[in-house]
């Protein structure tokens, strides 16, 4: 499951989407304006002018719940990067228990598995080389990896039935789940089966409809509106472009 994710193309230009620069009180060094994190081309870029310069996020975890950090890493002009997820209080100091790390010298997409401890968690790009540097993430995506809970459904199928432009059932291609007792049938209505048998007549509310031979089996009750077409008729025999809801030609 998706706990956190942020594609920085999809945003406006300035956009860092809360990722924060070491220069804002992200540790506790002493070095000042050490890095400054903007958004270029849809990428976030971090400028780091002294070692340990980098960036940071935190992000809500559950206690126990096992994460993946996953991102593209460009190192343009920076040697190397240490990668971190970190237990923290929520605040954006640089202090905590490290759950885990990795050191990456080239270029790349990138996966950082940790097991969170609070209910918060800071991840963190800090560069290990001396002198300014930059580098870039993007698409950076953090997913639980033991999830028990799911964001979809599996239906369950009680019918599905081929019919021809007219209703009438299409042979050996119908399926009714035995466990059910689905009524309904052709346009959604109610199936008329004890009289005519399964699929050959529907009650339309106003009259029954027999699929078989694409006619009502009682006149319109509102004929007189329509003196061209037959009162038996149905959708005007064109039921590839018209319907009718209640077996009324209105």
């Not at 237990?87 to 940790?114: D, E, K, P, R, V």
């Not at 035995?178 to 346009?187: E, K």
Request: hydrophobic fraction near 30%; glycine fraction near 8%.
């Amino acid at each position: 499951m998706e706990t956190y994710a942020a594609d920085f193309k999809t945003e406006t230009s300035n956009f860092t989407g809360g990722w924060s620069a070491y220069n804002n009180g992200v540790n506790t060094k002493t070095q000042v304006n050490e890095s400054t994190v903007t958004n270029d081309n849809g990428r976030l870029k971090t400028n780091a002018t002294a070692t340990n310069g980098g960036n940071g996020y935190i992000i809500n975890t559950l206690v126990g719940k096992a994460y993946t950090f996953t991102f593209d890493l460009n190192l343009a002009t920076t040697a190397g990067i240490y990668v971190n997820a970190r237990a923290t209080n929520g605040s954006n100091i640089y202090t905590g228990t490290n759950l885990a790390q990795i050191y990456l010298s080239t270029s790349g997409t990138y996966t950082l598995a940790f097991t969170a401890t609070t209910t918060t968690t800071q991840l963190l790009f800090d560069k290990n080389s001396y002198g300014a540097s930059y580098f870039y993430i993007d698409n950076a995506r953090v997913e639980e990896t033991n999830a028990t809970t799911f964001n979809y459904f599996v239906s369950d199928v009680v019918t599905a039935n081929d019919y021809s432009p007219f209703g009438a059932l299409l042979a050996g291609r119908s399926y009714t789940d035995p466990n059910t007792s689905y009524r309904l049938g052709f346009n959604g209505k109610e199936k008329y089966k004890e009289t005519y048998g399964e699929g050959n007549a529907y009650d339309f509310v106003a009259r029954i409809y027999d699929s078989r031979l694409g006619r009502w089996l009682s006149l319109d009750p509102l004929q007189a509106k329509y003196p061209h077409l037959s009162p038996f008729n149905y959708c005007a025999n064109k039921p590839i472009f018209d319907i009718d809801s209640d077996g009324k030609r209105i």
